[in-house]
T-cell receptor, first 115, second 111 residues
């Protein structure tokens, strides 16, 4: 079974530039998550989708971050304009549904360095 | 969400059992205990989860105390590839309930 796919794996940009990350969840998974992981810390949830609707985006810095999941399958996370403190790993994850009995599976992450 | 407390780091000997403790004294009856690990440069990997009963799978065993205020993850025969950060997470039942990660335990398996 294919896992959660993410791209690009690595990205280096200058501050004030924009960047986009793509995620394809496990087939059939209705719930999709984006997490941010700063070096040395645990992952922090940015946004959670159920199909193509947003369930929780309370921790998403909406002045510069946006995410969409238009057809309820793959998703894109965008940062514009990027700041130095956005340097982190951006992890996409998915699960069959919202219930906490459903295991959440993570992708390998997209590593962002802002210089 | 109930908070978890884990030791920041521990060493284990290769081939021996590794016992990773986690305290979750404020856990409520409708919350699962989940364990994930994160090997360097990879995304978090699901290990096991449980509600009340002890659980075992091909990777590990999860022992939950009767009062559910603490749990132990057991890796029966640690290998060098088990070196990782291990996260114990309490997750409420029901819809829309995310995983909230703490600092985890950095486990180093030594030859």
């Amino acid at each position: 079974e294919a896992g959660v796919a993410q791209s690009p794996r690595y990205k280096i940009i200058e501050k004030r530039q924009s960047v986009a990350f793509w995620c394809n969840p496990i087939s059939g998974h209705a719930t999709l998550y984006w997490y941010q992981q700063i070096l040395g810390q645990g992952p922090k949830l940015l946004i959670q989708f159920q199909n193509n609707g947003v369930v929780d985006d309370s921790q998403l810095p909406k002045d510069r971050f946006s995410a969409e999941r238009l057809k309820g399958v793959d998703s894109t996370l965008k940062i514009q304009p990027a700041k130095l403190e956005d340097s982190a790993v951006y992890l996409c994850a998915s699960s069959l549904g919202e219930s906490s009995g459903n295991t959440i599976y993570f992708g390998e992450g997209s590593w962002l360095t802002v210089v | 969400d109930a908070k978890t407390t884990q030791p920041p780091s521990m060493d284990c000997a290769e081939g021996r059992a590794a016992n990773l403790p986690c305290n979750h004294s404020t856990i409520s009856g409708n919350e699962y205990v989940y364990w994930y690990r994160q090997i360097h440069s990879q995304g978090p990997q699901y290990i096991i989860h449980g509600l009340k009963n002890n659980e075992t799978n091909e990777m590990a065993s999860l022992i939950i105390t009767e009062d559910r205020k603490s749990s132990t993850l057991i890796l029966p025969h640690a290998t060098l590839r088990d070196t990782a950060v291990y996260y114990c997470i309490v997750r409420p039942l029901g819809a829309g309930n995310k995983l909230t990660f703490g600092g985890g335990t950095r486990v180093l398996v030594k030859p």
